[in-house]
């Protein structure tokens, strides 16, 4: 099963989702339903209750979440994250590739600047395409 890591805010991701799909591959995309406000919206709320950040990764929410992600990050064989994606999404593809799957990066536009760590990625793409036949490959 591939773990698609993306933005929440990435309306791309559905989309990418299907292609691997329709290309055979099992996706776990399922954190994307969440909406694209969902960590504002418990940041929001959990500062509104005088929590801060640490407080509230230890919170029931959070580690409900947490739990819920890793789970299928787990049991996933392979990731790939879909750029533009922030700090947990590269979390989650280092902590595929720590396990020893395969991690791949898509890229959503030649990046200004480049990063020599995308080196512990099986494989960087630039199209779609691309990402199918890497995955393809292995």
């Not at 395969?102 to 199209?127: E, H, I």
Request: glycine content about 12%; some cysteine.
């Amino acid at each position: 099963m591939i773990y698609l890591i993306g933005s929440l805010r990435n309306p791309e991701v559905p989309k990418l989702a299907h292609c691997l799909r329709q290309a055979g591959h099992e996706v776990f995309d399922d954190w994307y339903a969440a909406g694209p406000h969902a960590d504002d919206c418990w940041q929001a709320y959990e500062e509104a209750r005088g929590y801060g950040f640490q407080d509230a990764l230890n919170g029931l929410a959070a580690q409900h979440v947490y739990h819920y992600d890793r789970q299928h990050l787990d049991r996933a064989s392979a990731g790939v994250l879909m750029l533009p994606a922030g700090r947990s999404g590269h979390l989650e593809l280092g902590y595929l590739i720590g396990q020893g799957k395969p991690g791949y990066v898509l890229l959503d536009k030649p990046p200004k600047r480049w990063d020599v760590m995308y080196g512990f990625a099986a494989r960087v793409c630039v199209t779609w395409t691309g990402l199918l036949l890497a995955l393809r490959r292995g």
